[in-house]
């Protein structure tokens, strides 16, 4: 008796459809929103380890990984693949599954990204949710324009790697032109690089930094957040984590929604549902955090107008 209820409990679980949820980050610092994914699991009838399984792989900022980590649940017959962490992601899932179902989370526009031919009608076994962080980034430049209205340089943050990061750039420089500030452009590819980036601001004359969305920054959050206080320059993110972790503020997309609008898909997918016949759904909740605390140590005001639409003050 004591060997049948394993044997029972595998062949149970063998039965259980699998995910397989892959990501170009790190999963210590994804663990709220891997606990929205399975929120939105649980809101579409699934839960793990009672009716669904899960395989997950992690490429913790190393974009060269992902084709391999992608092709390994590939291999291992998932029923569906949860890709998160960004575009470069989603590019690399759809690259190998191609008839494997695929739900993504992305940056940018995926009609452009060429992983679905439209946003209401897919078309192929491709679907998820668009964050549209490429189009925040000049929103991010206003709100340091606000608070130091006389800064005259700011630093821009970029994984060069990242897809779509010329694109991103642009956007912001365009603004940036036509108030009158100077960008510099700042590439970082590893940790090592952030060191060496934030060891030349001084010599720089940078005011501000803005930091992009990438997978790399979030899983290297305390060393940026670290460092911007080391060397007291104002430093604007995408994710709240960073502002939550000591950063100053944060502008972009609630993250966690996206995750459980994710979980939601997959489990639409795993019910029979195809992905050619989900719209891609678009991130409707965005985000504007701010730390006192840190805004206090840096010597800066915080325009009452903008304490006014933070949704959250960290005092």
Known sequence: MGVAWPLAARAQQSSMPVIGFLSSRSSAESANHLHAFRQGL?????????????????????YDQLPNLASE????????????????????AS?????????????????????????????????????FTSELGPKRL??????????????????????????????????????????????????????????????????ALLVFADALFV?????LVALSARHAIPTLYDLRDFVVAGGLMSYGTNLADAYRQLGIYVGKILSGQKPADLPVQQAVKFE??????????????????????ADQVIE
């Not at 649940?73 to 690399?92: C, E, F, H, K």
């Not at 899983?219 to 060393?223: I, K, M, V």
């Not at 955090?289 to 915080?302: S, Y």
């Open 142 to 207: 206003e709100i340091l324009n606000e608070i130091l209205p006389k800064a005259s340089k700011m630093g821009l943050l970029i994984n060069p790697a990242y897809p779509g990061s010329a694109t991103d750039v642009a956007a912001v420089q365009a603004l940036a032109r036509k108030i009158g500030v100077t960008v510099l452009v700042l590439n970082a590819s590893n940790e090592q690089e952030i060191d060496t980036i934030f060891a030349a601001l001084p010599d720089q004359r940078v005011n």
């Open 288 to 309: 504007f955090v701010i730390n006192l605390k840190t805004a206090k140590a840096l010597g800066l005001e915080i325009p009452p107008n903008l304490l006014a639409l």
């Open 42 to 62: 649980r809101e579409a009838g699934y839960v793990e380890g009672q009716n669904v399984a899960s395989e997950y792989r992690w490429a913790n900022g190393k």
């Open 95 to 131: 690259e190998v599954a191609k008839s494997t179902p695929l739900a993504f989370i992305v940056g940018d526009d995926p009609v452009k990204l060429g992983l679905v031919k439209s946003l209401n009608r897919p078309g192929g076994n491709a679907t998820g949710v668009s964050i």
């Open 219 to 223: 899983s290297r959050r305390d060393q």
């Open 73 to 92: 649940l590939v291999l291992r017959s998932v029923d569906v693949i949860a890709a998160a962490g960004g575009n470069v992601t989603a590019l690399a």
